[in-house]
């Protein structure tokens, strides 16, 4: 064994007792850590003949790496629907590092980890009020939860006319429709070879709203001439957090032929809340649903799920199938996570959530889920009484607003800029209805009324300052 290799082994208690240190620092002084900065390094670094050990490895990481990270787990890091690191969720990915179980089969020699995974999705499906007639898989994020539930449509599709586009290719055009896809949809067209510009966009309803117009829809479905098609909901759109009508689509489904896939990346953890569950009522009815973990319910980064009606198994399995592996055996008698989904190689990504939701129950993410929107309604009560607008009534989580006045439009970028560097606070830009927005994000655990008193002090001095 390497020298060096040997010394960490020798040395590992040492080594995990400094690295736990360490994060606890971190996590503890989370509140004071810059939400941005500029700190920056030459990449080219050059790699060490001898290797370094692991303290000394730290010690480099602390001096040169360190001061590039920042509080995007802090309580006032509000870009990107950006939840942060529970006490349990870092139990259960350290320990997924830990055990580092390759989680594939449920009745395996090698290990059958996947039955945690089975379990979790048991667990979230119970969170979220959906019937046990879902199969669901963890994956990195929700780009990988819509391509795995779009890839096992487009095979729905091809087979609507008796064709196998896994097996043979796409060899007609796929028809989708959409009012308000998140960029991931989009991006997941072009992966799946449909093309990222090949929908059919559904208008929204009048007035200011990012939700489909049913009557609209049906139009669209009508010129179809009753060809079968691909329908994109939103379940919580990036901007405004608007829901589509699912009892109505729902009702749609029952008279034509269609896919119905649900985005609920953030926004499906409304069916948590009594005073939010209204929105996604009827989303039961959905052939593939995506759910984002590591936004409302607060755990590490690469970590979604996909959820699938049972009735399109061999949907599924045709389209992610390890065909030249026939050690697996029977896909239906011997269930692998192989088999249904993109990924070979995956990580116990289940475990945080598992330890998250074991921790904290039903209520905790109820307190979690209706906190954070009560402090979306704080804030945007906050800006109207500053020289802020809102762009968009707040139904949940997110708040978009602007400058007021249309004279500052051409303020609004450097407004956010100055402010995103004062590493107070971050927020991302946006353009809603043809105006220059901002766009704010209430998912954090730790988030209080303090940080959005001490945001609101920041604007106005940014602002003060333009």
């Known amino acids: 064994m390497n020298s060096k290799l040997q010394h960490d082994l020798n040395n590992f208690e040492n080594i995990l007792e400094k690295t736990k240190q360490q994060g606890i620092d971190f996590l503890n002084n989370i509140e004071n850590i810059p939400t941005s900065n500029t700190y920056s390094i030459d990449p080219k670094t050059v790699l060490n003949e001898l290797g370094l050990g692991s303290i000394e490895a730290l010690k480099e990481f602390n001096e040169r790496l360190a001061p590039l990270m920042v509080s995007s787990s802090g309580p006032r890091y509000w870009g990107f629907v950006t939840g942060g690191s529970t006490p349990a969720s870092i139990v259960g990915d350290w320990l997924a590092s830990v055990y580092d179980q390759n989680t594939q089969s449920v009745t395996s020699q090698g290990g059958n980890s996947a039955l945690i995974e089975f379990e979790t999705i048991n667990l979230l499906l119970q969170l979220l009020e959906l019937p046990d007639s879902f199969l669901g898989g963890f994956v990195t994020g929700a780009t990988m939860s819509n391509f795995t539930s779009l890839a096992v449509a487009r095979q729905w599709f091809g087979k609507q006319s008796g064709k196998d586009f896994a097996k043979n290719g796409i060899s007609e055009p796929i028809n989708i429709l959409t009012a308000t896809p998140h960029s991931s949809s989009v991006k997941c067209l072009s992966l799946l070879g449909i093309g990222s510009q090949n929908y059919t966009v559904v208008k929204t309803i009048e007035g200011n709203r990012e939700a489909l117009d049913i009557g609209d ?22 901007n405004t957090a608007d829901f589509d009508d699912f009892e109505a689509i729902a009702a ?23 005073k939010y569950k209204h929105y996604v009522k009827g989303w039961d009815g959905a052939d593939s649903i995506t759910i984002d973990c590591h936004k409302w319910l607060n755990v590490p980064y690469e970590s979604a799920f996909y959820l699938i009606k049972k009735d399109h198994i061999n949907l599924q399995i045709e389209t992610f199938q390890n065909s030249n592996a026939p050690y697996l055996g029977n896909p239906l008698e011997n269930f692998n996570y192989l088999n249904v989904l993109p990924e070979n190689s995956r990580r116990l990504r289940a475990l945080p959530a598992w330890f998250s939701l074991k921790a904290y129950g039903k209520e905790g993410f109820r307190d979690i889920i209706e906190d954070s929107t009560a402090l979306a309604l704080h804030f945007g009560n906050a800006l109207i009484e500053n020289d802020f607008e809102l762009l968009a009534p707040i139904r949940l989580n997110n708040v978009c607003f602007t400058l007021k006045g249309e ?21 991302t830009p946006t353009v809603y209805q043809n105006k220059k927005g901002i766009r704010a994000s209430f998912v954090n655990w730790r988030t209080t009324e303090d940080d959005v008193k001490l945001v609101i002090e920041e604007m106005r001095e940014v602002l003060s300052e333009l």
């Open 217 to 238: 829809l049906e139009e669209k479905i009508k010129a179809l001439n009753g060809k079968p098609f691909i329908l994109i909901s939103s379940a919580g759109t990036v």
């Open 252 to 274: 749609l489904k029952e008279k034509y032929n269609f896919w119905w896939h649900i985005d609920g990346a953030f926004g499906g953890f409304a069916a948590v809340s009594e």
């Open 407 to 427: 004279h500052n439009q051409e303020k609004v970028s450097q407004f956010l800029s100055a402010l995103n560097d004062t590493g107070k606070v971050f927020m």
